[in-house]
Nanobody
Framework: QVQLVESGGGLVQAGGSLRLSCAAS????????MGWYRQAPGKQRELVAI???????NYADSVKGRFTISRDNAKNTVHLQMNSLKPEDTAVYSC???????????????WGQGTQVTVSS
């Protein structure tokens, strides 16, 4: 089993900042990708930011220059620093990790429960 614990969501005014964190635990041998996705009401889930084992990163165009993803490999944790937040950033943000597990062949993807981020205008 793989457990993901997310924290850091909440309500903030436009222009403010929030920091999301996601800690992975369980029968993990190795973690490849760690990322954040979001889903706003009535919209499809979209990639916000992702970082790979080789430390490469990829961001949605809408958050480039405002959001920064980072990971702590020693703690199996990924963070998303969100600055200059806009009302359109309002969504449920979910953590995703791609891992190798003990006794399981191949990479598997796992999702957190999601945390609400609300940006007021």
């Amino acid at each position: 089993q793989v457990q993901l614990v997310e924290s850091g969501g909440g309500l903030v005014q436009a222009g403010g900042s929030l920091r999301l964190s996601c800690a992975a635990s369980g029968n993990i041998v190795r973690i490849n990708a760690m990322g954040w996705y979001r889903q706003a009401p009535g919209k499809q889930r979209e990639l916000v930011a992702i970082t790979t084992e080789g430390a490469s990163t990829n961001y949605a165009d809408s958050v480039k220059g405002r959001f920064t993803i980072s990971r702590d490999n020693a703690k199996n944790t990924v963070h998303l620093q969100m600055n200059s937040l806009k009302p359109e950033d309002t969504a449920v943000y979910s953590c995703m990790v791609r891992v190798l597990r003990v006794g399981v062949v191949g990479w598997t993807d796992h999702w957190g429960q999601g945390t609400q981020v609300t940006v007021s205008s």
